[in-house]
């Protein structure tokens, strides 16, 4: 990795001089008599006059090398790196306070007056000499030089902005913090290990061993085999200069292990050219699709190496945060979850919105892990689920990761988005093509006859309108997903369609399913298993679902109905039916549009592009052909003032408190989370938390339900941190039994705040064990007649 005028050498160089000195300020007397007896005094700060170490030092290091301006930049980022590395990131208000600069002043003629014994103890015989640090920090002199020290915030945002020192800065003060924690957690940086390429194939093998479907496998062996070729025909000139990858392929052709199998000899050719071997990262655009990803993983990489898991509600001692090569080793519950957070793993399993909210940001604690993705492979898999308004500034953000860092990235999809064109467009660059590992794709979707879209758009429709519909159109037999934009309007289907039933226009041979968000994940679970299971017996099924469904749900109906939706939308609702080929050529997805139901969810400029391309019955073949159409209509009529502020603003200025503006997921204000207390294992869990958080430690309770004989506890006196490894994981498994509802406008069947069970305070809602069937129903989840509480 390099920035302008910094070698990948000096990059090395600059985060040792930081790692070295980015504590020398506890040298002093305040911060012993703070170690020792507690006792608080601003003259115990450190990182401050640390700081300016940093600067002094990486200033004589660069000097002689580069000229005066790049020299007292690259200082400067040296320094807050340095300043802030027990807080968060800011250029703003550095040097507003007279009061600091004679703090600090006082610090260093204290720090001089020590400066033979702690050069000697230090050891910083190989980075200086006496003489010259015996002259640091000149503090007087910085405070003076206000052109390239005190006004270097404001160069920075004018006439000195350029994106390179906010990659610079983030990744510096990522390595910085990261190997401070590490260190502090006595736990030491792994080297990464290599996994045979061929495992990907073996697992395949012994996966689809008893499949039937000869066709199928096939066609999956032959794209695998046709990705393998391109890399392996890269010369070393493209590895060098080609950072982006992308698998375009229909649905079911197995991109998931394709693209894991793709890094792997990616892997191994940086190792025989380059001599390091990549970290792997995948990003998976939701929570709900990763189990299924992670346990394909996992059997992949067995105990060739080390799986990590990652996302908001992770549990620590699940197989994916589990070291599979050294199982007998004990770790403590702290480690874990400091593995977990510094992504210190072989192969790192995580979503986008810690990918991305973790580049986008100036907070500590996300951009700890960020280092990881230098010199990293990051596959991205469904990138189309990636908000449209932001596609310019993430393909901006991938080619100057590409550039600066060395990371390699494997964009994989159906509907491959303009994600780069409009990124090169944001930064006035030409358009560069990405690699595409399946150059012939077309010819994989043109062989794809499994489904076709029929449009029946003439006039919106309320529920008894479809059922007539979906009677019409549906044959007797015939297995179905409905797939419906609004949680309210699929509880209303589905209770409307389980009426037709009772009145006999549905046989009751037809089993019926309810699918979204409304009931807790622990259901969700248990309806996929159920349909998969009657599917595969060959039993009709109904399923009413929300977006649920749409990526990650490997479920195989004769017919679909899907309520109007972005183009991309209505492709992956059509991965779920014919899903293997095996059924009838061209099944139907029929759509139609529910009212005003679309305009809750997607705007109407959305709407607007679909509907001029849904004029006509299309098949599978012209997929493709409509993807591209509707995303050359985004690039000429959309715009993207979100992605170019924050780039402008956030990235390329600085300005950190601009990027807190970057949601990948919309965080609406009015939005909490119910805890539903549906069994026994949940009542466990919900009493585990109160006691901890009541500073209660039940260590024999807790190991009965954690089970992980690899996971250390402490008998007795957890430390804070302990404590909130527990409190994080036990939050993990409770997630298991939550729903998020909007509380403003939980009008009618209010349930209760969580801290009426026994005290403790938390934002949560709670529906008492003895109370569910009150607030909950089991097919359809969280009852709310008024339909105000549910989410889209």
């Known amino acids: 990795m390099s920035f302008p005028h910094l070698s990948g050498c000096q990059v090395k160089n600059v985060a040792c001089l930081l790692g070295l000195l980015h504590d020398i300020g506890k040298y002093t007397d305040a911060f012993q008599i703070y170690l020792t007896q507690g006792i608080e005094s601003k003259m115990k700060n450190h990182a401050h006059i640390s700081a300016f170490y940093a600067h002094a030092f990486t200033h004589r290091l660069l000097a002689q090398e580069m000229d005066q301006?790049?020299?007292?930049?690259?200082?400067?980022?040296?320094?807050?790196?340095?300043?802030?590395?027990?807080?968060?990131?800011?250029?703003?208000?550095?040097?507003?306070?007279?009061?600091?600069?004679?703090?600090?002043?006082?610090?260093?003629?204290?720090?001089?007056?020590?400066?033979?014994?702690?050069?000697?103890?230090?050891?910083?015989?190989?980075?200086?000499?006496?003489?010259?640090?015996?002259?640091?920090?000149?503090?007087?002199?910085?405070?003076?030089?206000?052109?390239?020290?005190?006004?270097?915030?404001?160069?920075?945002?004018?006439?000195?902005?350029?994106?390179?020192?906010y990659f610079a800065i983030i990744y510096f003060f990522s390595v910085l913090i990261d190997s401070d924690k590490l260190d502090s957690g006595e736990m030491a940086r792994n080297q990464i290990s290599m996994i045979p390429v061929h495992a990907v194939q073996a697992y395949l093998q012994n996966k689809h061993s008893s499949n039937k479907q000869v066709e199928l496998r096939d066609r999956r062996e032959r794209a695998r085999r046709d990705m393998l070729n391109v890399i392996n025909q890269l010369s070393?000139?493209?590895?060098?200069?080609?950072?982006?990858?992308?698998?375009?392929?229909?649905?079911?052709?197995?991109?998931?292990?394709?693209?894991?199998?793709?890094?792997?000899?990616?892997?191994?050719?940086?190792?025989?050219?380059?001599?390091?071997?990549?970290?792997?990262?995948?990003?998976?655009?939701?929570?709900?699709?990763?189990?299924q990803t992670a346990m394909d993983y996992e059997r992949v990489i067995g105990s060739h190496a080390k799986l990590l898991v990652h996302h908001r509600l992770t549990d620590l001692f699940a197989a994916g945060t589990i070291d599979a090569k050294n199982q007998s080793e004990e770790i403590s519950v702290e480690q874990r979850l400091l593995e977990?957070?510094?992504?210190?793993?072989?192969?790192?399993?995580?979503?986008?919105?810690?990918?991305?909210?973790?580049?986008?940001?100036?907070?500590?604690?996300?951009?700890?892990?960020?280092?990881?993705?230098?010199?990293?492979?990051?596959?991205?898999?469904?990138?189309?689920?990636?908000?449209?308004?932001?596609?310019?500034?993430?393909?901006?953000?991938?080619?100057?990761?590409?550039?600066?860092?060395?990371?390699?990235?494997?964009?994989?999809?159906?509907?491959?988005?303009?994600?780069?064109?409009?990124?090169?467009?944001?930064l006035n660059e030409n358009y560069r093509e990405p690699v595409p590992l399946l150059p012939n794709s077309h010819k994989y979707f043109s062989t794809m006859r499994r489904t076709k879209f029929v449009p029946l758009l003439q006039t919106p429709i309320n529920n008894e309108q479809f059922i007539d519909l979906f009677l019409t159109y549906r044959s007797s037999g015939q297995s179905a997903v409905i797939v419906v934009n609004t949680i309210k309007r699929s509880i209303d289907l589905f209770r409307a369609l389980k009426e037709s039933q009772e009145a006999g226009r549905i046989p009751e041979t037809c089993e019926m399913y309810y699918l979204s968000t409304n009931i807790i994940p622990v259901h969700r679970r248990l309806v996929i298993q159920r349909v998969k299971e009657q599917l595969q017996a060959g039993v009709p099924v109904i399923l009413?679902?929300?977006?649920?469904?749409?990526?990650?749900?490997?479920?195989?109906?004769?017919?679909?109905?899907?309520?109007?939706?972005?183009?991309?939308?209505?492709?992956?609702?059509?991965?779920?039916?014919?899903?293997?080929?095996?059924?009838?050529?061209?099944?139907?997805?029929?759509?139609?549009?529910?009212?005003?139901?679309?305009?809750?969810?997607?705007e109407i400029h959305h709407m607007s592009r679909t509907r001029k391309l849904l004029d006509r019955v299309i098949e599978e073949p012209q997929y493709p052909e409509l993807i591209e159409q509707y995303y050359t209509m985004l690039m000429n009529e959309a715009s993207f003032e979100e992605s170019e502020r924050l780039w402008n603003e956030g990235i390329v200025r600085l300005n950190f408190n601009e990027l807190e503006q970057f949601e990948l997921i919309e965080q609406y204000g009015d939005i909490a989370d119910v805890f539903v207390e549906w069994d026994e294992r949940a009542t466990e869990l919900a009493d585990l938390y109160e006691s901890v958080r009541q500073g209660g430690w039940p260590i024999e309770r807790m190991r009965q339900v954690f089970g992980k004989e690899t996971i250390r506890l402490s008998d007795s006196s957890p430390s804070l941190y302990e404590q909130k490894a527990i409190l994080r994981q036990l939050t993990a498994q409770m997630s298991q039994y939550m729903i998020q509802v909007r509380v403003k406008r939980f009008l009618q069947n209010r349930a209760f705040p969580f801290h009426t069970r026994n005290e403790v305070v938390s934002d949560w809602f709670w529906v008492p064990r003895n109370q569910v069937n009150e607030y909950y129903d089991v097919q359809t989840g969280f009852i709310d007649e008024t339909g105000g509480a549910f989410m889209y």
């Open 544 to 602: 009413v679902s929300t977006q649920t469904i749409e990526a990650g749900v490997d479920l195989d109906f004769d017919i679909g109905f899907r309520d109007l939706a972005p183009i991309t939308s209505l492709v992956q609702t059509a991965g779920r039916v014919n899903r293997e080929g095996r059924k009838a050529e061209l099944c139907p997805v029929y759509l139609v549009e529910f009212e005003k139901d679309n305009q809750y969810v997607y």
């Open 236 to 291: 070393e000139q493209q590895l060098h200069n080609e950072y982006i990858l992308t698998i375009t392929a229909p649905t079911g052709i197995g991109k998931t292990l394709a693209a894991l199998q793709c890094a792997l000899r990616l892997q191994e050719r940086l190792r025989d050219i380059y001599g390091y071997t990549p970290r792997i990262i995948t990003g998976i655009p939701f929570v709900n699709i990763i189990e």
């Open 69 to 165: 301006t790049n020299a007292y930049v690259w200082s400067f980022v040296a320094y807050l790196c340095t300043r802030f590395h027990h807080g968060n990131l800011t250029v703003n208000r550095l040097f507003q306070d007279e009061e600091m600069w004679a703090l600090l002043r006082r610090q260093s003629s204290h720090l001089n007056e020590k400066s033979l014994v702690i050069f000697h103890d230090m050891q910083l015989d190989d980075v200086a000499d006496i003489d010259f640090f015996q002259t640091c920090p000149d503090i007087q002199q910085l405070q003076q030089e206000t052109r390239l020290f005190v006004r270097m915030p404001e160069h920075l945002a004018g006439r000195l902005r350029h994106e390179c020192w």
């Open 340 to 426: 977990v957070e510094a992504w210190e793993a072989d192969v790192v399993l995580t979503t986008f919105v810690q990918l991305f909210q973790s580049l986008l940001t100036g907070h500590n604690r996300l951009l700890k892990k960020i280092n990881k993705l230098a010199g990293s492979i990051v596959i991205l898999d469904e990138v189309q689920a990636l908000p449209e308004k932001y596609m310019p500034l993430i393909g901006a953000t991938l080619r100057k990761m590409g550039q600066y860092y060395g990371t390699r990235f494997i964009l994989m999809t159906a509907t491959q988005p303009k994600i780069l064109q409009l990124g090169d467009r944001l």
